[in-house]
């Protein structure tokens, strides 16, 4: 019982002065917005960057019923491991 002098409680008042101070957090979705770089030049719709080929493939074929460089010319295919 008891948290040995407000010891504990002094921590989570500094931790919270700290994140106050360092801003809110922050959202990922700025972020993942300028990371979609991937663009169909069918429907024009954008994929990230990190989007396999897989799932571009999947799109061109049910969406469009074209290949993967009709609608994604530009891409290289997936990085290697």
């Given at each position: 019982?008891g948290?040995?002098n ?9 931790r919270n002065?700290?994140?106050?101070a360092?801003g ?12 979609m770089d991937?663009?169909c030049?069918?429907?024009k ?9 897989k799932?571009?493939t999947?799109?061109?074929?049910n ?9 994604f ?7 290697p491991?």
């Open positions: 019982m948290g040995g407000g010891a504990k409680a002094a921590q989570k008042r500094e002065l700290k994140n106050a360092g809110a957090q922050k959202s990922q979705l700025k972020t993942n917005q300028a990371a991937i663009q030049q069918i429907c719709a954008t994929f990230l960057k990190t989007t396999r080929e799932a571009l999947e799109h061109a074929t969406k469009h019923t074209k290949t993967l460089p009709e609608c010319p530009t891409f290289q295919g997936d990085a491991k």
